[in-house]
């Protein structure tokens, strides 16, 4: 089982940057594709960005593309999500997961561990 942190999460002002994170424990991180997925109140979860075992393969949410960046760090355990041009609409709890699928995936499904969440609010 792989335990996952995120953190990083604030209150930033409509077009700010944000930078958060989330470090994995407990299995080899290179092991597992990565993602972000983000949930608002009173909505479902929903897909934000995805990152292939090496690193080298994203996929993204048509909603984020071109202004969120993922990015990992096989030898710190460490996926970051890098946020520019923040929009009220971000505001959410953003969670990391991790899944064995070697392909990307866009699902919460497919995706056996969570980290706790991180909170990002975004004001106009």
């Known amino acids: 089982q792989v335990h996952l942190v995120s953190s990083g999460g604030r209150t930033v002002h409509t077009g700010d940057s944000l930078k958060i994170s989330c470090v994995a424990s407990?299995?080899?991180?290179?092991?597992?594709?990565m993602g972000w997925f983000r949930q608002a109140p009173g909505k479902e979860r929903e897909f934000v960005a995805a990152i292939s075992r090496s690193g080298g393969t994203t996929d993204y949410a048509d909603s984020v593309k071109g202004r969120f960046t993922i990015s990992r760090d096989n030898d710190e355990n460490t996926v970051c999500l890098e946020m520019i041009s923040l929009k009220p609409e971000d505001t959410a709890v953003y969670y990391c997961?991790?899944?064995?699928?070697?392909?990307?995936?866009?699902?919460?499904?497919?995706?056996?561990?969570w980290g706790q969440g991180t909170q990002v609010t975004v004001s106009s």
């Open positions: 407990g299995r080899p991180f290179s092991s597992f594709s």
């Open positions: 997961a991790s899944t064995w699928y070697y392909t990307l995936q866009t699902t919460p499904e497919k995706y056996e561990a």
